[in-house]
């Protein structure tokens, strides 16, 4: 992982607590105290943008909440890929295309996309998909099937342990000149102190995962389903 976002040494480490296989899972936690990194509260880990913004990807993993991950009202990212915006020609950071987030006790799906160059948050057309509740002290297993594009040729296809629970068509991503690079990790934006609001119940957050793969457009869903 070349990209490495967190506020202390203990912000992501190994874990032998908990482990989908093996004897070992990768433990992201986060206090709503700990200093912002990259304008924001995180602790994630993220691999180098993709050259180009039309690719596709399969995206397996295995996620485990533990009991203290509560339901709270206000939302974070638990997996992201970021756009990569041209700044050079006077493009500017965005929300993510595509983020898996939870909120009250259930997983969402959020995808963004815009055909416009060189946009803003303000710009984007953004959807969002509940795909069911948490179950806490369990793994759960994802696969993502991605054909990132902003025309109509683009594709989301999910799998949650195991069956097919949301097929996407259509634009999921930025007309970007670089592709979106992913990230794996918590964020709550929610918790800096200008977009407080004071709804998060919560002011800690750990999160295990195991078993990451991930595959270009060679791969097939049983090349990295956990």
Avoid at 28 to 39: E, Q, S
Avoid at 100 to 117: C, D, E, M, P, V
Avoid at 137 to 142: G, I, R, Y
């Amino acid at each position: 992982w070349p990209g490495h976002e967190k506020a202390n040494k203990n912000s992501i480490s190994i874990s032998d607590s908990v482990a989908h296989s093996g004897r070992y899972s990768l433990k992201f936690a986060l206090k709503k105290n700990d200093l912002a990194v990259a304008n924001g509260k995180r602790a994630e880990v993220a691999l180098k943008p993709d050259q180009g913004a039309k690719t596709e990807r399969w995206v397996g993993f295995s996620v485990f909440l533990p009991d203290s991950f509560t339901p709270d009202p206000a939302p974070e990212i638990i997996q992201q890929w970021h756009d990569m915006p041209d700044l050079s020609e006077g493009g500017v950071w965005r929300s993510p295309p595509f983020a898996l987030y939870t909120q009250n006790g259930h997983w969402f799906l959020a995808i963004k996309s815009s055909a416009k160059r060189l946009t803003s948050n303000k710009d984007l057309v953004s959807k969002d998909y509940d795909l069911g509740p948490c179950v806490n002290s369990q793994w759960t297993n994802w696969v993502f099937h991605i054909r990132f594009s902003w025309e109509d040729d683009g594709l989301i296809e999910v799998w949650q342990n195991g069956k097919l629970v949301q097929t996407i068509n259509g634009p999921n991503t930025y007309n970007d000149k670089v592709g979106n690079y992913f990230k794996l990790g918590i964020y709550k934006w929610v918790w800096m102190p200008e977009k407080d609001k004071g709804i998060s119940t919560t002011t800690e957050r750990e999160v295990f995962y195991d078993d990451v793969r991930i595959g270009d457009e060679r791969a097939t869903y049983n090349d990295v389903a956990p």
